[in-house]
């Protein structure tokens, strides 16, 4: 049988091969494809995962490395047969060090446990995005996340201090060691993350931590043409201390208003698109500056109406109405892009992908929304109730050319923070080089010469 061995260093409750454990493990957030993977296990340290490569290095057996399964490309996805590595039970956090302000955690570690520990000891987590309830730290690393914060913050690769990683070639590797500075040739740490788990297992990492923002002021504004959008942008970013700057759209806020009944509409103004912008606050007068910045907004008709959140629970609901677009759209299947440009291109690139869409898709639901101050957008395009999510997975393709064509023009990338996975990879070459792929083959080659890990993920 193809799991001979596996009960050589794994007990009978560390492996599971029922229907429904298939199911659920074998997918992620990405509902196009089916699972079908042949068991799932659970490691509880490095050593077990080190059992498992060479395991699957001898048996010639692929490893799908899984954490909160909320990625959105498919890249935790086991769809031929492969064995899923959960790392649900290596969810520990492992000490702390106040002097370093760095924790050392196993993969598993949900996110918003670590932010919950980090405000315990007086200090903050900066990687922040919807899903932090579920998603782990190792699959954030795996995907290099994103999220609300990354304008002041910067992405997970800016948080991790060091990292245990088990390669594909059946070794362990301690990278980094917690050093600052440390210029002793090429830092494999980088290359290990952002790589969807296809040239290592990542077991444990030191997550670095910072100080705790002074009390944000946060404004919910109403935006009638997109071409203001970084105007606006520049305005803050310019005068006060950003947190945060997300765009969505008036469909957007719609499904949020019928998915979520506690929540209601924020402002009397309907307009095409609204702005969530959160500022550091700094010292005594600092409502006021920022009210300033405003008000020059709305003078200049960037804006036609906004207000500045007066409690905590007006701020809870303005962030939940952003953080809930993904879970009100789900039962419409969206075909997610989730692209990026760089800030100068946002507008030029924004209002020429509205025209193309709407000209190529007349009648299709597009939900627009995202982390615009970073220049990353999430278009996500509904699936007409009549498709099923099969059907339009595959009509989508096309949908995929018009955006990622446009992204090409506009020097962006076709996936800014949710990575590659499955969905991406076809298109990778537009926003890639040749040589540039290549590179990474190469690189894939060396550290998973079995082609064990996670194979199919970014490219073939
Ligand atoms: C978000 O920004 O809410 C996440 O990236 C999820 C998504 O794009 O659906
Ligand atoms: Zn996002």
């Not at 914060?149 to 059946?170: H, N, Q």
């Not at 006021?288 to 905590?312: A, M, N, P």
Request: glycine content about 6%; charged content about 25%; hydrophobic content about 40%.
């Amino acid at each position: 049988m193809a799991l001979t061995g596996l009960d050589q260093f794994l007990k009978d409750d560390q492996i599971l091969t029922g229907d429904a454990d298939i199911k659920n493990y074998g997918r992620d957030w990405t509902k196009f494809f089916t699972p079908n993977a042949q068991a799932i296990v659970f490691p509880k340290s490095t050593e077990e995962v080190l059992e498992l490569v060479k395991w699957a290095r001898t048996t010639k057996t692929a490893l799908v490395p899984s954490g909160g399964r909320t990625g959105l490309s498919g890249g935790a996805v086991a769809i031929q047969r492969e064995v899923v590595v959960s790392f649900e039970k290596m969810n520990k956090i492992l000490s702390y060090s106040d002097e370093d302000r760095i924790a050392r955690v196993q993969a598993g570690v949900v996110t918003e446990d670590l932010q919950n520990f980090a405000f315990e000891k007086g200090q903050y987590f900066p990687v922040d995005f919807a899903a932090k309830g579920s998603s782990h730290i190792g699959g954030n690393i795996a995907t290099n996340a994103g999220g609300v914060k990354v304008i002041r913050y910067g992405l997970m690769r800016d948080w991790v201090s060091s990292m245990t990683v088990v390669t594909g070639r059946g070794e362990v590797m301690e990278l980094n060691n917690d050093l600052i500075k440390n210029a002793s040739g090429y830092d494999l740490r980088h290359l290990m993350i952002g790589s969807e788990g296809t040239l290592g297992l990542v077991t444990e990492a030191s997550i670095k931590f910072t100080r705790k923002p002074n009390d944000p002021l946060l404004f919910l504004v109403a935006l009638n043409h997109l071409d203001n959008t970084m105007d606006v942008f520049k305005a803050f970013r310019d005068q006060t201390n950003l947190l945060a700057f997300e765009i969505y759209d008036e469909l957007a806020l719609q499904y949020v208003l019928k998915a979520q009944s506690n929540l209601s509409r924020p402002l009397e103004t309907v307009a095409p698109f609204y702005l969530l912008i959160e500022v550091e606050s700094e010292g005594d007068n600092s409502e006021e500056k920022v009210l300033s910045v405003f008000e020059s907004c709305l003078e200049k008709e960037w804006l036609t109406d906004g207000i500045l959140s007066q409690s905590d629970q007006q701020s809870k609901d303005l962030w939940a109405i952003r953080e809930n677009i993904t879970e009100a759209c789900a039962h419409r299947t969206p075909y997610k892009n989730d692209v990026s440009v760089k800030i100068s291109q946002v507008t030029p690139f924004l209002k020429d992908l509205d025209i193309v869409l709407k000209k190529e898709y007349p009648s299709s639901e597009v939900v627009w929304f995202g982390h615009v101050g970073d220049g990353n957008l999430h278009i996500s395009i509904l699936r007409p109730e009549t498709m099923t999510p099969e059907e339009f997975y595959k009509s989508s393709q096309s949908i995929d050319d018009v955006v990622f064509s446009k992204v090409k023009e506009y020097g962006g990338s076709v996936s800014a923070e949710h990575g590659v996975g499955i969905i991406k990879k076809k298109h990778l070459n537009y926003t890639r080089s040749e040589a540039e792929i290549s590179a990474m083959k190469a690189i894939k080659a060396f550290f998973d010469p079995d082609q064990i890990l996670n194979p199919g993920k970014i490219f073939d």
